[in-house]
C-alpha cells in the first residue's frame, strides 16, 4: 500500500506522519513553524521515506486546483499566490496536493470521524479565527475560485467590530475561540483558555453568562449556514470542542436561532481532534493521485 506523507501547517508549529489509506498515522512528529514554509516543509520530508506522494494541510486561502496560497496570515510567511505544492513537488520528485486546513478537517472526519455515513454536511472550526468547509454528494465543495466555505468573514453584525481582513462585524471577530476567551477574562483572568473556562463553569454564574452569550453569537452564524444550506449534520471542531460542554451549550441554544422546520439538523463535535489535518490532507493526496496507486 502507497504510504502519503501529511503535513499539517499551522501559525506554530508543523505536524507530520506517513498515513496509510485506513487512516493509521506512523511517524508522527512536530516541529516550530519557520519563517519559510516551504523550506520548513522539505526539512520535514527529510526525515521520511517511502511515500508516493505529499498532502499539505494548511491556514489561509488556497486555490487547490492550482497549488497555490491565495492568502494567508502573515504571520505564515507564505508570498501572495505562491505555488507550493509545484515547488514540494519539483523538489521531493512526487505529487504534491496542498489545500486549506478546513477543508481538510471536513474530508478528515468525513473519511474517519463524525462525517463517516454522511454525504452532505457543514464543517465549521473555532480557534483564533472560524473556518467552514461544505461537504456536498460526498465531496468537498469547493466554489467556482476553491474558496468556498469562508463563513468566518461573513457579516453577522452589520457594521461591527473591526476584523483584520479590513471588514467590519465579521462572525469570527463574535464567535471564535479567541472571542470566547476575551469575554471569559473580562469576568476573571484566570479563565485564559477553553480548559479553565470548562473547570470554572459550575461555580460561577458571571461566567456561565458569558459562555451563554458566546454561544449565542455561535448560533446566529450556524443559523445563516443552516438556513442556507439545509445540511442533514453540522460539525464543530477546532480545540475548544474537545470540551463537549461547549457543543452541548451550542447544541442547546441552537433551537432558539432557527427556524422550527430545521430542527431536524444534527450537530456533532468532530471526532477526529488534532489528526484532522493530517488525515484529510492525505486522503485527499490519494485521491488525487488515484486509488490504482494503492
Known amino acids: 500500500m502507497m504510504k502519503i506523507l501529511a503535513i499539517d501547517v499551522g501559525g506554530t508549529a508543523i505536524k507530520s506522519a506517513l498515513a496509510a489509506p485506513d487512516g493509521t498515522l506512523t511517524g508522527l512528529r512536530e516541529c516550530p513553524t519557520p519563517p519559510d514554509i516551504a523550506r520548513g516543509i522539505l526539512q520535514v520530508a527529510a526525515g521520511y521515506r517511502d511515500y508516493g506522494a505529499v498532502g499539505i494541510s494548511t491556514a489561509g486561502i488556497v486555490d487547490h486546483k492550482q497549488g497555490t496560497i491565495v492568502f494567508s496570515s502573515a504571520a505564515l510567511g507564505y508570498r501572495e499566490n505562491q505555488p507550493l505544492s509545484a515547488q514540494i513537488s519539483a523538489a521531493l520528485g512526487v505529487p504534491a496536493v496542498v489545500e486549506n486546513d478546513v ?25 483564533t479565527s ?96 443552516i438556513h442556507l444550506f439545509d445540511p442533514p449534520r453540522v460539525i464543530l471542531g477546532g480545540g475548544i470542542m474537545n470540551d463537549r460542554i461547549f457543543v452541548d451549550r451550542i447544541r442547546q441554544k441552537l433551537p ?14 468532530a471526532e477526529t481532534g488534532n489528526r484532522a489535518g493530517l488525515l484529510g490532507a492525505a486522503a485527499l493526496a490519494l485521491e488525487e493521485v488515484g486509488r490504482d496507486a494503492v
Open 130 to 225: 472560524i473556518g467552514g468547509a461544505l461537504y456536498l454528494n460526498g465531496r468537498l465543495y469547493r466554489g467556482s475560485r476553491n474558496m468556498a466555505g469562508e463563513v468566518g468573514h461573513m457579516a453577522t453584525h452589520a457594521f461591527g467590530r473591526p476584523c483584520s481582513c479590513g471588514r467590519r462585524g465579521c462572525y469570527s471577530e463574535y464567535a471564535s475561540a479567541t472571542a470566547l476567551v476575551e469575554r471569559a477574562m473580562a469576568v476573571d483572568p484566570r479563565y485564559c483558555d477553553g480548559r479553565a473556562i470548562a473547570a470554572g463553569l459550575a461555580e460561577d454564574g458571571a461566567l456561565r453568562q458569558a459562555v451563554d452569550d458566546w454561544a449565542d453569537e455561535v448560533c446566529v452564524g450556524l443559523a445563516a449556514v
Open 256 to 269: 432558539g436561532h432557527i427556524l422550527p422546520a430545521y430542527d431536524a439538523v444534527e450537530i456533532r463535535g
Open 103 to 127: 477543508n481538510c478537517a471536513a474530508v478528515g472526519e468525513a473519511h474517519f470521524g463524525a462525517g463517516r455515513g454522511c454525504g452532505d454536511f457543514f464543517c465549521l472550526t473555532y480557534g
